[in-house]
């Protein structure tokens, strides 16, 4: 009995590694600047996102759909392709005031924000 409980065990394990190997366990975490599909319930979809002038500010901003996985944080990375020029409380205050003071850990998945994009210095 104690084989069979260790071979099912195994048999589980490995399948699980498989189908991890073969497509993956982790959501899709990336961004990008140009329309792409998404597949929703009624077919497919494009998403675009685009970037906005801020007449206010010297900065610039970009529309993104928020999907699983996603933070505030690892948006802004991936639209500055790597490390942000600024630090994360400035960016916490900039989404903010971009997004009618609504807090970062608020967002919602399937919902557009505008995520603040920085110059490199």
Same mark, same amino acid.
């Given at each position: 009995? &104690? ?11 490995? *399948? ?13 975490? !990336?961004? &990008? ?12 979809? *494009? ?39 600024? !630090? ?12 009618? !003071? ?8 399937? &919902? ?7 110059? &490199?210095?």
């Amino acid at each position: 009995m &104690k084989r069979l409980f260790i071979c099912i065990a195994l048999f589980i394990v490995l *399948a699980g590694v498989v189908a991890d190997l073969r497509t993956g366990s982790l959501p899709d975490q !990336s961004v &990008k600047n140009s329309t792409r599909p998404v597949q929703t319930s009624s077919g497919q979809k *494009a998403i675009e996102t685009e970037v906005v002038e801020e007449t206010t500010t010297e900065e610039t901003s970009q529309e993104v759909i928020v999907e699983p996985g996603h933070t505030v944080l690892s948006v802004i990375e991936h639209l500055h392709q790597g490390p942000v020029p600024v !630090s994360i409380q400035q960016i916490i205050d900039d989404f903010k005031e971009l997004n009618g !003071s609504l807090e970062p850990d608020e967002i919602q998945i399937g &919902k557009t924000y505008l995520f603040p994009i920085y110059e &490199k210095e």
